[in-house]
């Protein structure tokens, strides 16, 4: 029996594995796209597979079925809570992304039902997208806070477009009570993590090249904030040095609390177990790693008391720290 996880960073589009995506791909008309190579000269180049391979992604359906194949592996790999991220992709369109929205808020119940894993959702908007669109996704957004969405995020290439522009968007999901649940210090240095944290983010995906700044680690350790680490992606994307100490290691021990995370596990060919091997080999036990997910999930108070005694019956005595 598989110890119990919580996966705060998964990207939705990045766990059909290739068989079902090419079913999709071919139910849509499409050719199944390339196997991903599993490895990548940097993000830039990850996000320039990632669309080509996920692109296939079209209809409601597709992303209902993509949910609960995702739900289904990760409660095999003893998963209690996930929060999938789920991308206002262009290729929707608003209202299509609104109805993606929808059938994910029906699937999100329906596999709390059939395995036993809560799903918070957290749509997100990207850097180097329409603003305008952005804003738009974020009402959309809110429309499905308290039914299943949970919060709202940002991705993208940093260093290659600015975060700034995405500020309203970010206030108007926050307003409509979905807290900001960003990337940043993945591709950019600890100046990314500091522009978020000023935005009001909850919690951080990545949030890994905060390491090379101790004042920073400092301000994440007394403020409690949660970073989703995926120490794969990390390596695969060539965002750690793997001659040197991984991040993760290091803000583990220095107090940073870590949840660990696949990122895109059918795109990096890897499942939640193998990053929770990863992580235990890099210092992080899975004891840690549920605190972490714990301490910065964002379920319903109901969700929180179950994973709560989940953690305790599996691992004892659960600290998830001050609240932020
Ligand atoms: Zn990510």
New binding site residues.
Partial sequence: MPKPKIEL?V?LEGTVRPALLADIAVGNGMAPPAPSPGRFADLHDFIVTWNATTGCLRTPTDYRIALLAYAEEAAGHGAVHIEP?VDAEPRLGLDGWADVLAACVDAAAEARERYGVSVGLTPQVFRGQDVGYAEEAARIAVRFAGRGVVGFGL?GAEGRHPTLPYARAVALARDGGLPFVP?AG?AAGPEAVREVLAMGAARI??GVRAVDDPDLVTELVERGIVLDV?PT?NLRLRVADPGRPHPLTLLHHAGVRCSVST??PALFDITLSDEYAVAAGLGVDAASAYAAGLAGMLGTDTDRARLVRIGRAAFGGIDVGPAS
Avoid: P
Wanted: hydrophobic share 10%; aromatic share 0%.
């Fill in positions: 960073h990207h991220i991705s990337h993945e995906r990545h995926c992606s990122d895109d």
